[in-house]
């Protein structure tokens, strides 16, 4: 069935070091959205990619769709404590009812 | 502006029981979603409701069921609660219908079910 697979599942950086999580479906997704969850709260809408090869950024946030729209990525460069969370992804089929990915949890020490 | 609400935040059932969870999107949006979401484990989709009619069923059993009223509000419903039922439901509105490409999600706080 439509399944969206999220590496890694945990990630511990030093702070300023830089992060990675990928998404990635089996079937080309119509579009994608990144979320950030902190501990104990909600997730939080980040950003949505729609176009084939799309990247947009955001401050030290850089997001991909890849040229397939099968897969994307977030990166954060120089990681800060507030950074911490965990980031979902969540892929859509024909523009519909959204798939969350397991989410890569991220703990950044000062 | 008030976001999405949630009540109950925090409620303990016991197995065999009902439960109702209530929902108010933010004011103007008409599109309303439900998600499980296990401890560790991303937001499970439930239910799509927009304009009163249900848009989306993930894959969730029939003891689960839901409604949006003509305010937008919306109830989930569960019944004979299990315990693997435990968990943080979600609602999420959105102001535009499903198919436009531009159906961001905003959560609310959520309704965490423990059932014994």
């Known amino acids: 069935g439509q399944q969206v697979m999220q590496i890694p599942q945990y990630q511990h950086v030093q702070e300023g070091e830089d992060f990675t999580t990928y998404c990635n479906s089996s079937?080309?997704?119509?579009?994608i959205q990144w979320y950030k969850q902190r501990p104990g709260g909600h997730p939080v809408f980040l950003i949505q990619?729609?176009?084939?090869?799309e990247v947009k950024k955001q401050k030290r946030l850089t997001f991909q769709f890849g040229e397939a729209k099968k897969n994307s990525s977030l990166h954060i460069t120089a990681t800060q404590t507030t950074d911490v969370g965990t980031y979902f992804c969540a892929g859509a089929y024909n523009f519909n009812k959204f798939y969350f990915g397991s989410g890569t949890k991220l703990n950044v020490k000062p | 502006d008030a976001g999405v609400t949630q009540s109950p935040t925090h409620l303990i059932k016991t197995r065999g029981q009902h439960v109702t969870l209530r929902c108010s999107p933010i004011s103007g949006h008409k599109s309303v979603s439900w998600y499980q979401q296990v401890l560790g484990q991303g937001p499970q989709f439930i239910f799509q409701y927009y304009e009163k009619e249900e848009r989306g069923r993930g894959n969730f059993p029939d003891r689960f069921s839901a409604r949006q009223f003509p305010n937008y509000s919306s109830e989930l419903n569960v019944n004979a609660l299990l315990l693997g039922d435990s968990a943080l439901y979600l609602c999420?509105?959105?102001?535009?219908?499903?198919?436009?490409?531009?159906?961001?999600?905003?959560f609310g706080a959520g309704s965490r079910l423990t059932v014994l």
């Open positions: 999420a509105s959105s102001g535009l219908p499903t198919g436009t490409g531009a159906n961001v999600l905003t």
């Open positions: 990619l729609v176009k084939s090869g």
């Open positions: 079937t080309t997704l119509s579009n």
